[in-house]
């Protein structure tokens, strides 16, 4: 699947199509290049979603997505749109070994028994055209329904559906595309100089989206729009991705939950065995952790 796209749109690469002919049946998976970590008691959640990876850009923060997935299994995983960059890949390839290592670490769940759901978006619309098909455990739906431990029924989707520039200004979204990539960058290299600096990560462009007076009402009309399109198909609620920015809030009866992304915030969104749901701020998870690591090191 994903080799036949990488060589028909960008050229060769031998590693993404050993991870097809991996996907396929017909080889062993490329080891990573960062060894999946253990010895560490995972955390456990019924249900996972992450959005907005965009996988084959240098804003794809991918040291703290391996991180999240060396921490946590789960017995059913959402990837909920967007986990490859098709716009900007098709303007030039760019796919670090530790893309490769995500896209290792998501087949090698399912081979171990966990249910993978890919609900493309608008940046991985090309894999739409497989919907309704499975390719090495992951299944391709358009769209998806998830029950949870405590009776609610929740609609999932990407979320680009109910974007008023992406449905009536295609053109104006791909400008916008390329400026919020131009704020990747910076926001790239302000982290390189924190982490040297040995100051946890810091999103500049989560910053900035909550300052501007006009991304906020975009924002909160966007969640509007969503929630009131799941009323009207009568689920208890919805959980979409798409415009980076991980939240829950309720519209009468109707939940809204955004599972954020892996570019700005670093989110994810979990079910636990009771049915609860909660939003996890994976860098302050990974600094929680640091700065509980030297006590429970001196206790044991």
Known sequence: MFGQYFEGEFGNNGVVESLADYVSGSAEPPKPTVPERSGEE????????????????????????????????????????DIIDGWRLKKKFYWPAEHNDIVWRI???????TRIIYIPGNHDEMLRQFSGMNFGGIEIQRAAFHDTADGRRLMVLHGDEFDAVM??????????????????????????????????????????????????????????VVARAAAERGVDGVVCGHI???EHRMFGDTEYWNDGD??????????????????????????????????VAEAA
């Open 107 to 113: 087949l090698k769940r399912a081979k171990r028994g």
């Open 42 to 81: 995972r955390r456990k959640y019924r249900t996972v979603w992450i959005s907005d990876v965009h996988l084959g850009t240098k804003g794809c923060n991918a040291e703290l997505l391996i991180d999240f997935l060396d921490s946590v299994d789960s017995e059913t995983m959402y990837l909920v749109g």
């Open 244 to 246: 980076h920015t991980a």
């Open 167 to 224: 449905l009536s200004h295609r053109w104006l979204a791909f400008v916008g595309d390329a400026l919020y990539h131009l704020s990747m960058r910076a926001n790239y290299w302000v982290n390189v100089v924190r982490r040297r600096l040995d100051l946890p990560y810091w999103s500049l462009s989560k910053m900035a989206k909550h300052k501007v007076k006009n991304a906020v009402e975009f924002i909160g009309k966007y969640e509007e």
């Open 262 to 295: 892996w570019v700005e915030g670093c989110n994810a969104l979990v079910e636990h065995f009771d049915g609860r749901m909660e939003i996890l701020h994976w860098p302050e998870e990974v600094a929680k952790r640091d700065a509980e690591a030297p006590a």
